[in-house]
């Protein structure tokens, strides 16, 4: 992915409290001195899962691509602010989350996602859970995106209530109000699906 030159105004770079590993402090030292060629690392570590994050919340792979791009290109030009108090993933989520959301709120985004684009996207999984997973793929777009966003982050980035609220901005408490409304909002759609018991409320 090549970065476009186009600076941001905003510091999404504020509120988490999570440590920098030592890898991580190293990429921050050199792109606060200017060592642009980071990025590609970044991007190898980070691309993929933020693309499929990306696209699990607008549903169109080319809004995806677009909404990476912003993340970068966003975390590039504020890193000057980058206290190193947050992993580099936490801020990535909560840049690529505003991205997406500006998104949605420009586009109408309402269509079921399709299923060859979901296999490409989706976590490819052999748990017994694999179909119920697909399931959550094809409804999700039919959730607001403050619903949407914390479910893909907890059921397909694997991180914590705690983590979700870093990247949200928000308390513990409001992540799960959301995880519970998004749930009871998907189930009726996994049912038609098959899957009558809806995902798993292990929060």
Same mark, same amino acid.
């Not at 890193?79 to 108090?85: G, V």
């Not at 793929?137 to 949407?148: E, G």
């Not at 479910?151 to 408490?173: A, H, K, P, R």
């Given at each position: 992915?090549?970065?476009?030159?186009?600076?941001?105004?905003?510091?999404?770079?504020?509120?988490?409290?999570?440590?920098?590993?030592?890898?991580?402090?190293?990429?921050?030292?050199?792109?606060?001195?200017?060592?642009?060629?980071?990025?590609?690392?970044?991007?190898?570590?980070?691309?993929?899962?933020?693309?499929?994050?990306?696209?699990?919340?607008?549903?169109?792979?080319?809004?995806?691509?677009?909404?990476?791009?912003?993340?970068?290109? %966003?975390?590039?030009?504020?890193? $000057?602010?980058? &206290?190193?108090?947050?992993?580099?993933?936490? =801020? +990535?989520? @909560?840049?690529?989350?505003?991205?997406?959301?500006?998104?949605?709120?420009?586009?109408?985004?309402?269509?079921?996602?399709?299923?060859?684009?979901?296999?490409?996207?989706?976590?490819?999984?052999?748990?017994?859970?694999?179909?119920?997973?697909?399931?959550?793929?094809?409804?999700?777009?039919?959730?607001?995106?403050?619903?949407?966003?914390?479910?893909?982050?907890?059921?397909?980035?694997?991180?914590?209530?705690?983590?979700?609220?870093?990247?949200?901005?928000?308390? %513990?408490?409001?992540?799960?109000? $959301?995880?519970? &409304?998004?749930?009871?909002?998907?189930?009726? =759609? +996994?049912? @038609?699906?098959?899957?009558?018991?809806?995902?798993?409320?292990?929060?």
């Amino acid at each position: 992915m090549k970065l476009k030159s186009t600076p941001h105004a905003s510091n999404p770079l504020k509120g988490c409290a999570l440590l920098l590993n030592e890898q991580e402090q190293a990429w921050v030292d050199q792109l606060q001195a200017g060592q642009i060629s980071v990025m590609e690392q970044l991007i190898d570590t980070y691309g993929s899962r933020m693309k499929r994050t990306a696209f699990l919340m607008t549903g169109d792979e080319g809004v995806a691509e677009d909404c990476v791009q912003e993340m970068f290109i %966003s975390f590039y030009f504020n890193i $000057r602010f980058f &206290r190193a108090d947050a992993s580099i993933g936490t =801020y +990535l989520y @909560r840049i690529l989350m505003n991205a997406c959301k500006q998104k949605l709120r420009n586009q109408w985004f309402h269509k079921v996602m399709p299923t060859d684009e979901l296999q490409e996207y989706g976590e490819k999984s052999i748990e017994e859970d694999a179909l119920r997973r697909m399931a959550i793929h094809k409804v999700l777009a039919r959730l607001k995106p403050k619903y949407r966003e914390v479910l893909v982050l907890y059921y397909f980035n694997q991180l914590t209530v705690d983590e979700i609220g870093l990247v949200m901005n928000e308390n %513990s408490n409001t992540i799960k109000t $959301r995880m519970k &409304r998004g749930r009871e909002q998907l189930r009726p =759609y +996994l049912e @038609r699906e098959g899957f009558g018991n809806g995902i798993p409320e292990n929060v």
